[in-house]
Structure formats: C-alpha cells, structure tokens
C-alpha cells in the first residue's frame, strides 16, 4: 500500500485527503442523521399526552425544542398556535428549513467530493504521462519495462481517485435518502398538530405510537 502511495506521485496528498475527509464526514453523518434522535418516533404522542392534560408550558416547549429536530418543529406550531392556522403552518416551515439544514450540513463536501475525486485522479495520471512522454523523449523506446513501469505508476492516482469518489458518491445517496424519509414523517407529524390545534382532528382520536 505505501508503495502505490508513494508510485502515485504528490497528486495523492490531496487524494488521501480527501479520503479522510469523506470517511470523517460518513462516519458523523451516521450518527448524527439517526431517525430516533431526529424524529422520534413517540415524541408527538407525548405531545398529545401534555395538551390533553393542560401540563404544556414554557418549560416543556423549551425543553421540546431542544431534545430534537422534530421537537423543534412541533414547538414552533404550539408556540404560534394562538395566531391561527396559516402562522402556525408558516412557523413550522421555517423551523423545518432549519432542521433540513442542519441535517444537509456537510453533505455538499461530500458531493463535492464524490466529482472531484476522479478529476484529481486523472489529472494525476496526466502529470505522471507527461512524465513518461519526457523519459521517452530523453531515452528513447528500447527499455519497455521502464516505460510500463512509467504507466502503471501514472494509472495508480486515477485508481485512487475511482476508490475515493464511489463509496462517497453512494454514502452521499444513502444519507439523501434517509434526510427524505426523516421530513416525510416529520411533515405528516407536524400536519397531525396542526389539525389538533386548530380543530380539525380530536386529541382522541390521534394515534398514540
């Protein structure tokens, strides 16, 4: 493996960079994009349980804010309950923009990653033709081995480059997938209170799980 590294050339820096770079943000993306500490799942249930109850005061609200994206968003619409039904629809759409941006966040340098990787690659094995190109110039064609050698060594950043982007490219879809599934259950939650709040559905009559 060293030696690949070192055969690649100075273009492998900032391939293994972003390599790293990819892997740190997989891993932190993981966990931080994990259902059950963005959108609980019994979370509006509670919710119900508070309002049925009369118990729902600042406190509670704040401590809902603060427990989850979904929390978050369902504390916007009881916080603007009293202002009807459009100022509450209007509230939970900005504190979901704001989860939707948290959850997006490093999401683009993983992209960004995933296309540029194969660029860098391939200019690596430019460089390192252009390299052999010169040899070629300076020696003549009569040594073949040096020239394959040449070759394989210049191909070595392209390999590195396809290894790097396609991994990052299908844990950039994985993560894209999951963002959808999480606001798809957060906007029918969120819908759930809105139709409570403003009379639409009884409190009874919501599920509890």
Not at 59 to 82: F, P, T, W, Y
Not at 91 to 107: G, P, T
Request: aromatic share 6%.
């Amino acid at each position: 493996m060293k030696e690949l590294v070192f055969a690649g050339g100075w273009m492998m820096i900032p391939l293994i960079l972003a390599s790293v770079l990819a892997v740190a943000i997989c891993i932190e993306r993981f966990w931080t994009l994990r259902p059950d500490n963005i959108a609980p799942k019994h979370l509006l249930a509670q919710v119900w349980m508070w309002i049925k109850n009369n118990e729902l005061d600042s406190a509670k609200l704040k401590q809902l804010k603060a427990d989850s994206h979904l929390g978050a968003v369902l504390a916007a619409g009881l916080s603007n309950s009293r202002h009807g039904r459009d100022i509450t629809k209007e509230a939970i759409e900005q504190a979901a923009a704001q989860a939707v941006h948290e959850m997006e966040r490093f999401l683009s340098t993983l992209g960004t990653i995933a296309a540029v990787a194969p660029l860098m690659g391939l200019l690596g094995t430019v460089l390192g033709m252009i390299s052999v190109f010169n040899e070629i110039m300076a020696q003549g064609t009569g040594n073949a081995g040096v020239l394959a050698g040449g070759i394989s060594e210049a191909l070595v950043t392209t390999a590195a480059g396809m290894m790097i982007a396609i991994p990052a490219l299908v844990f950039y879809r994985i993560f894209e997938r999951r963002i959808d599934e999480i606001l798809i259950f957060m906007e029918q939650e969120a819908v759930k209170l809105v139709d409570v709040l403003h009379g639409d559905r009884e409190v009874s009559e919501t599920p509890e799980g």
